[in-house]
């Protein structure tokens, strides 16, 4: 009897994510959350539990499973514990096409994500973080799903496993990037200061890194590709760590 199921998120079809962010917004109980994929991805019917263990048919067939064995399969779906390694993405959100899910360029249309998008998305993840509010999650939503001709969508509608996705996503988004530029991207403390004073702040301070302080180059900045504005900025961080190191007392 085969009870294959996936192992991780990429080996995940669009209607099996879908489902499992479902889940994760409606359970609180990974056991749960897991126990509901498995028996959705294997394709098994659970008939009643007796002392044989629990009963299941699949396929026309009748056969039973032991606590251990359903244990084992559950193991192999701790994928979902974690969405930072979280590769995958909904493809579709309310009728809107996601950009590229690492929010590098498109090889198809050529379209990118600009270093002000990223800007404002980081912004919004920043103000959900601090306040909660699922506003925040629909207007970041706004900025990584957008229109046919690549154009950020006036309103977004999302289901609670839509808001969870989006934030799993961009979480997963800031992970890669954290390991792709570790001068620039360095972890703050827990009860450091993420107001929207702060976060404004941190983005001026990029701002003036990218264009030296020259306010006329500020707009023709914003447009460049954000994975080239944070390879520059990661080169500036590092430059600086060196001189530190060099002069430690300038």
Known sequence: ???????????????????????????????????????????????????????????GKVFYLQSWQIHSFLSQLSFVDSTE?????LEV???????????????????????NDYLCMERRYQRFMQSRNEEDIDNLAALLYRKPDGSVPDEISLTPGERLATLAWYGHIKFVMSKAFTHF????????????????????VQLRALTDGDVTKEQSVKQIDCWRALTELNAKAKEAEEFRRKFPKS
């Open 93 to 115: 959100v309310g009728g809107f096409h996601a950009v590229h899910e690492l929010l590098q360029e498109d090889v198809n249309t050529h379209r990118i994500v600009t270093f």
């Open 185 to 204: 991207f360095r972890k703050v403390s827990a009860d450091a200061d993420m107001s929207d004073l702060s976060i404004l702040e941190s983005i001026n």
């Open 1 to 59: 009897m085969d009870l294959s199921s996936p192992t991780s998120w990429r080996e995940l079809t669009q209607e099996q994510l879908r489902y499992v962010f479902y889940l994760l917004a409606t359970f609180a109980d990974m056991v749960v959350v897991k126990t509901y994929m498995f028996v959705r991805f294997t394709g098994i019917r659970v008939v009643k539990r007796n002392r044989f263990g629990w009963k299941c048919a699949k396929d």
């Open 85 to 89: 390694t979280m590769d995958n993405r």
